[in-house]
């Protein structure tokens, strides 16, 4: 008698409705559901460079692999997060799993940030994600980088819980007033590096950062470049002379400096290593000055040195007219051009010491 035999069907994949899902290379996804817990994060800074990436066996049977990103250690899953922007941190990213969401809310990944606000426009409140950012840090953010947005009011919030900040950058901060900034550099004792680009800050602010500030290394004062006549101010070089000694980098492109200026920076700081004035055009580089200059500073920018590297537009502004004092009666922000084609900054991903040096 023949016995009969039945072949068993096998169970078909459960179909992944998380609606937080995000799909990954090769059409894999990773949810909450489906990830497990992550150990402890230990030193989110140290991880071997020769670990393998965990991998699965794709979904439909084929012979390519795909990643399986749930499964990354958290000290190689804080090197990806930091690369993210602040927004995709915050957003997305810390919804994929809970391993991520441990990951995005370590202060490790969050000692570095930048923001743009053309970058992020589709942030309603910019100013909002920032201090969100801020506060993840727990104290212990150390590069700061705002552009195109930014308050006295949250300048004066980061500074109070930032106390460890080497690295502060501003670019086109219009709302940021001197005396907000010099309230702010007050609790900012550590600060190495500052850049103010394309601000409305005068020399009161220069002055606030080298009072408080004993450490400061780096200076970039940035802005648009001109060539009228008659059109010249040393306040801000004086300012930096008096109050900066133990600067080894400063680059003032566009300012409105002269040869005195000039002396009195070099006068002043004596351990300055690299000096950029390119489109400084009230300064005659030539004799016993461009003598001193090039066996004082290491590294030196002339005037009409190549602007290949700068990173804003370099396009010096025609201004149509002038003000009662002779000053050019409008501002062009670094980002656009006389098209209104966007110049891209850095990005708001992680900032590097490149930016500053």
């Keep these: 008698m023949a016995t009969s035999t039945t072949t068993s069907t096998p169970p078909r994949r459960r179909l992944n409705t998380n609606p937080h899902a995000r799909i990954l290379h090769g059409g894999a996804t990773t949810s909450s559901s489906a990830s497990t817990p992550c150990s402890p994060l230990k030193k989110l800074n140290l991880m071997d460079p020769q670990q393998p990436l965990p991998q699965k066996q794709p979904l439909d049977g084929g012979s ?30 810390q919804l994929v ?3 991520w969401r441990k990951v995005c809310r370590d202060p490790y990944i969050w000692r570095s940030v930048g923001i743009s606000h053309y970058s992020w426009e589709r942030v309603t409140d910019v100013e909002a994600l920032c201090a969100q950012a ?12 705002l552009e195109c947005f930014g308050s006295d009011k949250l300048l004066a919030d980061i500074a109070s819980k930032s106390g460890q900040l080497k690295r502060l950058r501003l670019v086109s901060c219009h709302e940021v007033s001197d005396q907000g900034f010099s309230t702010a550099v007050q609790k900012l004792l550590f600060l190495e590096e500052l850049e103010i680009s394309y601000s409305a800050l005068s020399k009161d602010a220069l002055v606030a950062a080298g009072q408080y500030c004993p450490f400061l290394k780096s200076l970039k004062l ?6 009228r006549p008659r059109i010249e101010n040393d306040k801000e070089a004086t300012a930096i002379a008096e109050n900066m000694p ?4 400063l680059q003032v492109f566009g300012n409105k400096l002269t040869n005195l200026g000039l002396e009195a920076i070099l006068n002043g700081c004596r351990h300055l290593e690299s000096l950029d004035i390119r489109q400084c055009f009230n300064v005659n580089l030539e004799g016993d000055l461009e003598k001193r200059c090039r066996r004082q500073i290491k590294q030196l920018r002339c005037p009409f040195d190549s602007t290949d590297d700068y990173p804003y537009n370099p396009e010096i502004p025609d201004y149509g007219s002038t003000d009662e004092d002779g000053y050019p009666s409008g501002f062009s922000d670094p980002e656009l ?3 209104g084609e966007y110049y891209g900054f850095s990005g708001d991903s992680e900032v590097s010491d490149e930016e500053f040096n």
């Design 337 to 339: 051009s006389t098209d």
């Design 222 to 227: 940035n802005q648009a470049g001109y060539r």
């Design 97 to 99: 799993c809970s391993s």
């Design 134 to 145: 801020v506060d993840r840090s727990c104290g212990g953010l150390v590069s700061l980088s």
């Design 246 to 249: 133990g600067l080894r980098c």
């Design 64 to 93: 390519a692999l795909v990643r399986d990103w749930a499964g990354l250690s958290p000290e190689l899953l804080s090197v990806i997060m930091a690369h993210l922007s602040p927004a995709d941190r915050l957003g997305i990213a």
